[in-house]
């Protein structure tokens, strides 16, 4: 099957919906196209505009109740799913360069984006608008890509400047001591993988297997060449267990 109608330039990014009946394309002519299954065909039931330059990513929230799209005009926007209604809630403008990719948080309505602009922003939902809450620094050039792990308390990131970096969310604690957070957990970057690659890191994903005390993830790297790295359980620390991986 092959849907060739919707854009009229570069497909850039598809993504499905959790229900898995849904598609978001995202296309260099600044629009995303939105794809519905019904009997085996696919339709293009709405095409989202509003961005003034193309759009890079699209991602939807767990409960499919939120898709957020991002795009080389540097802004996120947040669009309400009502069936095959699309409304746009939020415009967010934190970034100063072209933003990457959007990924949301496995569980929360809390969504992360990346940019050019070599910074990882946090937003949630604040009385009944979206802002930008917390920004990972740390990368020295664009930041490619980023994904969530299961738990939602680990992101992994990967960049221009040849490295992975693993941020870990931790709580803050109340003065009180109840063990009750009184402010906003903080994110730390809490390892720096280098040396495996010698160009620019496009893609990053965590393996999908639900593992408590062992982690994997999978980097996508140019010219369809992989590493896998691994962090052991004991050691805490992550290394490579298959480096540069040809696809036949």
């Known amino acids: 099957m092959v849907l060739d109608e919707g854009h009229t330039r570069t497909v850039r990014s598809v993504f499905w919906?959790?229900?898995?009946?849904?598609?978001?394309?995202?296309?260099?002519?600044?629009?995303?196209?939105?794809w519905s299954r019904s009997s085996g065909e696919f339709e293009c039931v709405a095409t989202l505009e509003g961005h003034e330059n193309e759009v890079k990513s699209a991602s939807w929230n767990a409960g499919g109740t939120l898709l957020a799209t991002c795009s080389r005009d540097?802004?996120?926007?947040?669009?309400?799913?009502?069936?095959?209604?699309?409304?746009?809630?939020s415009v967010l403008n934190k970034h100063t360069q072209d933003v990457k990719k959007v990924a949301w948080h496995p569980h929360k309505e809390i969504l992360a984006s990346c940019s050019y602009d070599d910074t990882i922003n946090l937003y949630r939902e604040d009385?009944?608008?979206?802002?930008?809450?917390?920004?990972?620094?740390?990368?020295?050039?664009?930041?490619?890509?980023?994904?969530?792990?299961?738990?939602?308390?680990?992101?992994?990131?990967?960049?221009?400047?040849?490295?992975?970096?693993?941020?870990k969310c931790f709580p803050v604690e109340s003065s009180e001591g109840d063990g009750k957070s009184s402010k906003d957990p903080v994110w730390k970057c809490v390892s720096t993988l280098s040396g495996y690659h010698t160009r620019t890191i496009y893609d990053v994903d965590w393996y999908g297997?639900?593992?408590?005390?062992d982690a994997y993830c999978k980097v996508s790297f140019f010219y369809h060449k992989y590493t896998f790295l691994t962090r052991k359980r004991f050691t805490r620390k992550w290394y490579s267990t298959i480096q540069n991986l040809q696809e036949s």
């Open 17 to 34: 919906s959790p229900c898995g009946k849904l598609i978001a394309a995202a296309s260099f002519d600044g629009t995303v196209s939105i």
């Open 74 to 89: 540097k802004s996120v926007w947040i669009w309400e799913v009502d069936e095959d209604d699309y409304e746009c809630a």
């Open 127 to 167: 009385d009944d608008d979206w802002c930008c809450y917390y920004t990972l620094r740390g990368h020295q050039s664009t930041v490619w890509s980023i994904a969530f792990d299961t738990t939602g308390d680990q992101i992994v990131s990967c960049s221009d400047d040849k490295t992975l970096k693993i941020w």
């Open 209 to 213: 297997c639900k593992i408590i005390d």
